[in-house]
């Protein structure tokens, strides 16, 4: 089924948020700094549901805990605690093990390798900080901007009725990119040293990808389209350190 393309959409809304953020930069600072940061990322919502008919496909991401690695950039504002912040951030989560179990209930006879969820967020936002005590404060932050979503393969092969080679793989995810945010907040101690929790809502997701089919006799290969989104949504316990 053919589906009306968003594309004059997304890059109006891109184009706003760009624009956006272009002026609060011009009343930054010349005193930032970047802050790396490492975590744990919790799958959320439709992203963690485990109804097994329906995973990736028809909505359902069945996906486990995670890691987030990642880096911002800090750019304190002309207001007393305010600064513009600028996030690239790394999700890697993989299928949970009831759905790998399950997996390899209906196809035990087969060497399975699965796919795992990559998800880059680039984003930019504001954060607030408010002073409790000498070396230690508490910070809310929010950005807004485009997550990239990105399926590797799954793959199952073996052999059959003595020896006739076969696999199949479900491939060539194309990428998606949405708009995303995220809204959080956490301790900073001595200025240097964050711990953090986030939400993350990284947008609604349709790729494309392939089946393909392979034997000793023949090969086939068709193209498919996800027929529900999937939508992204994690949180997210951190520790990071400016650098």
């Given at each position: 089924t053919s589906r009306k393309s968003n594309k004059p959409h997304f890059m109006k809304q891109l184009i706003l948020i760009a624009l956006i953020w272009v002026g609060i930069a011009s009343t930054t600072t010349a005193q930032g700094f970047f802050q790396g940061h490492i975590g744990?990322?919790?799958?959320?919502?439709?992203?963690?549901?485990?109804?097994?008919?329906?995973?990736?496909?028809?909505?359902?991401?069945?996906?486990?805990?995670?890691?987030n690695l990642g880096l911002k950039y800090y750019s304190p504002l002309k207001y007393d605690g305010l600064s513009l912040v600028l996030s690239v951030n790394f999700f890697y989560n993989k299928l949970s093990k009831d759905f790998r179990n399950e997996y390899e209930d209906d196809y035990g006879d087969y060497n399975i390798s699965?796919?795992?969820?990559?998800?880059?967020?680039?984003?930019?936002g504001l954060n607030y900080s408010i002073p409790l005590k000498e070396n230690l404060a508490f910070f809310g932050e929010g950005s807004i901007g485009v997550n990239m979503l990105k399926i590797t393969n799954l793959k199952r092969e073996g052999s059959y009725n003595g020896g006739n080679n076969y696999s199949t793989t479900i491939e060539n995810f194309s990428p998606s990119v949405k708009v995303g945010y995220t809204i959080g907040g956490g301790i900073l101690i001595q200025d240097k040293y964050r711990i953090g929790l986030n939400y993350y809502g990284l947008g609604s997701h349709t790729s494309n990808y392939n089946r393909k089919y392979i034997s000793n006799y023949n090969s086939d290969k068709y193209g498919y389209q996800f027929e529900k989104s999937l939508n992204i949504k994690l949180f997210t316990l951190t520790i990071g350190i400016k650098i």
């Open positions: 744990i990322a919790i799958p959320m919502g439709d992203f963690a549901d485990d109804y097994y008919p329906n995973t990736f496909y028809r909505g359902s991401g069945y996906a486990s805990k995670g890691f699965f796919p795992k969820y990559l998800n880059v967020p680039i984003l930019a």
